[in-house]
C-alpha cells in the first residue's frame, strides 16, 4: 500500500529546509544494472498494478477505527485506518494513523510493543491501546 503525506518543511537557516516525506513503496518490476530489460513484462505489470489499486480501494472502503485519548494534557481526536494485510484474526497489526487533522505515520505492533516513526513510545502505546480496545 502506499501512504502519502504532504512533506513537512522545516527552515534550518536563512537558506536550507529540510522536508520529510512518509510513506510505502509498491514496486511493480525492476531493472538490473547489468540487464537492459524489466523483472516483469508489461502485461504483468499493469496485473499487479490492478491488484493494488483494488487493495487500495478495499482500505479506504475499510471503517476507520476512531481514537481519542489524553496524552500530557493534550486531548487526541482522529482514527487508524486498518492496512489490511496486516489484519488476522479480525485483528490488524498496523494502521495508518491521523490525530488533530495530521498525518502521524504508520503505527506498527512489533513484539517488544507499539512503534510509530518519530513519536514518543508512550504516545505510540496509547495509540496502541486504543486500536486493540477496538478490536475487542
Known amino acids: 500500500m502506499v501512504y ?3 512533506p513537512e518543511g522545516t527552515k534550518l537557516n536563512a537558506n536550507d529546509y529540510s522536508t520529510d516525506l512518509t510513506g510505502l513503496k ?3 518490476a525492476h531493472k538490473r544494472a ?3 530489460k524489466w523483472s516483469a ?3 504483468t505489470q499493469r496485473k499487479h498494478l490492478i491488484e493494488f489499486l483494488k487493495g487500495v ?3 479506504l472502503e475499510k471503517e476507520p477505527i476512531p481514537l481519542e485519548f489524553e496524552h500530557e494534557g493534550i486531548t487526541y481526536k482522529g482514527e487508524a485506518i486498518p492496512i489490511p494485510e496486516t489484519c488476522a484474526e479480525d485483528v490488524c497489526y498496523e494502521a495508518d494513523v491521523t490525530l488533530n487533522d495530521e498525518n502521524v505515520g504508520i503505527i506498527r505492533c512489533t513484539k517488544s510493543g507499539w512503534k510509530l516513526d ?3 513510545p508512550e504516545l505510540a502505546e496509547k495509540i496502541g ?6 478490536f475487542e
Open 41 to 43: 513484462k508489461a502485461p
Open 34 to 36: 547489468d540487464k537492459n
Open 129 to 134: 491501546n486504543e486500536i486493540f480496545l477496538y
Open 118 to 120: 518519530r513519536s514518543d
Open 4 to 6: 502519502h503525506r504532504p
Open 57 to 59: 480501494i478495499e482500505q
Open 26 to 28: 509498491f514496486k511493480l
